[in-house]
């Protein structure tokens, strides 16, 4: 799969079948490679994946993640088929453990050990290749890894990883870990807001759900942060490491930071300076590979 270097990642969960046109539609006119959408809450991956994938062209989708808790190793793997043969070889599965809360709260499941249930999960998606529709070749997954063990186990069973709210710093660290063929797809939320007052409280706002999940908090204290600078919504430090904003230029030159440090692709995630949970198509296109 050849992808480039920018994507946009976007949370769908709540998006009309004419907003989801509308983002994938014009994701792909603005010369984006890939469309990276979550699962939680709202449409199922593999059912969104299909709608889009139908009514686009050359888009790629991309599951940021798909729960593995979701579905079982032979579904995961028959849909990742069904998709990728379908679509000529346009649909990515990103793959997740999820968090406690969601993965036992929302769906009523056991959490296990993260690494080790993954690893059991890739084992079962392997065997049952032998049961999924025949593709040319196999098509690729990335995990969603944040720590040590979980970059190491993406880097020797999948094409990489897809880290989410993270830093140029923890690429570069990622880029150690996985080795320089393995893919780093990495999250960046992006703001076009100049005014840093206004530039932090969006921020505070998008961040406030991830701050209270231990995946997030233990992997931005391996990055440095202070318990003391995630209390309270944030530090301004902490804010300003996780949202790029400011100018066209600002931002332009953290994507690039993510680059350089040894990114493959980077999926920027618009906030909207009005605070909607709506992307901005207005930095859409300001940062587009088109623009």
Same mark, same amino acid.
């Given at each position: 799969?050849?992808?480039?270097?920018?994507?946009?990642? =976007?949370?769908? &969960?709540?998006?009309?079948?004419?907003?989801l046109?509308?983002? *994938?539609?014009?994701?792909?006119?603005?010369g984006?490679?890939?469309?990276?959408?979550?699962?939680?809450?709202?449409?199922?991956s593999?059912?969104?994946? #299909?709608?889009?994938?139908?009514?686009?062209?050359?888009?790629?989708l991309?599951?940021?993640?798909?729960n593995?808790y979701?579905r079982?190793?032979?579904?995961m793997?028959?849909?990742?088929?069904?998709?990728?043969?379908? #679509?000529?070889?346009?649909?990515?599965?990103?793959?997740?453990?999820?968090?406690? +809360?969601?993965?036992?709260?929302? @769906?009523?499941?056991?959490y296990?050990?993260?690494?080790?249930?993954?690893r059991?999960?890739?084992?079962?998606?392997?065997?049952? %290749?032998?049961?999924?529709?025949?593709?040319?070749? +196999? +098509?690729?997954?990335?995990?969603a890894?944040l720590?040590?063990?979980?970059?190491?186990?993406?880097?020797?069973?999948?094409?990489?990883?897809?880290?989410?709210?993270?830093?140029?710093? &923890?690429? %570069?660290?990622?880029?150690?870990?996985?080795?320089?063929?393995?893919?780093? =797809?990495?999250?960046?939320?992006?703001l076009?807001?100049?005014?840093?007052k206004?530039? @932090?409280?969006?921020?505070?706002d998008?961040?406030g759900?991830?701050?209270?999940l231990?995946?997030?908090?233990?992997?931005?204290l391996?990055?440095?942060?202070?318990?003391?600078?995630?209390?309270?919504?944030?530090?301004?430090r902490?804010?300003?490491?996780m949202?790029?904003?400011?100018?066209v230029?600002?931002?332009k030159?953290?994507?690039? *930071?993510?680059?350089? %440090?040894?990114?493959?692709h980077? =999926?920027?995630?618009?906030l909207?300076?009005?605070?909607?949970?709506?992307?901005?198509?207005?930095?859409?296109?300001?940062?587009? +590979?088109? *623009?």
């Amino acid at each position: 799969m050849n992808f480039g270097k920018l994507g946009v990642w =976007c949370s769908t &969960h709540t998006f009309s079948r004419a907003q989801l046109l509308d983002l *994938a539609q014009r994701t792909e006119r603005l010369g984006y490679s890939v469309l990276w959408y979550p699962e939680g809450r709202g449409y199922e991956s593999f059912a969104l994946g #299909s709608f889009l994938l139908e009514r686009t062209d050359t888009l790629i989708l991309a599951t940021g993640i798909a729960n593995i808790y979701g579905r079982d190793p032979t579904t995961m793997k028959q849909g990742q088929h069904s998709l990728a043969k379908l #679509s000529g070889g346009r649909f990515l599965l990103g793959l997740g453990v999820s968090h406690a +809360p969601t993965v036992e709260t929302l @769906r009523g499941h056991r959490y296990g050990k993260p690494v080790a249930t993954m690893r059991a999960y890739l084992d079962g998606m392997e065997r049952a %290749a032998a049961v999924a529709p025949q593709v040319d070749q +196999p +098509p690729p997954i990335v995990l969603a890894a944040l720590g040590p063990r979980m970059t190491r186990l993406a880097a020797e069973r999948t094409a990489g990883i897809h880290p989410y709210n993270i830093t140029p710093e &923890h690429t %570069a660290w990622a880029r150690k870990i996985v080795g320089p063929k393995a893919w780093i =797809c990495a999250e960046q939320k992006v703001l076009l807001v100049q005014e840093p007052k206004q530039a @932090r409280a969006v921020a505070r706002d998008a961040l406030g759900h991830y701050m209270l999940l231990p995946n997030y908090r233990n992997n931005w204290l391996r990055l440095g942060f202070r318990e003391d600078e995630l209390a309270n919504g944030g530090s301004d430090r902490f804010l300003d490491a996780m949202v790029a904003w400011g100018d066209v230029a600002a931002v332009k030159r953290r994507i690039q *930071a993510h680059l350089d %440090a040894g990114a493959n692709h980077v =999926c920027i995630q618009t906030l909207h300076p009005a605070g909607s949970r709506l992307p901005d198509l207005d930095a859409l296109a300001a940062l587009a +590979p088109k *623009a």
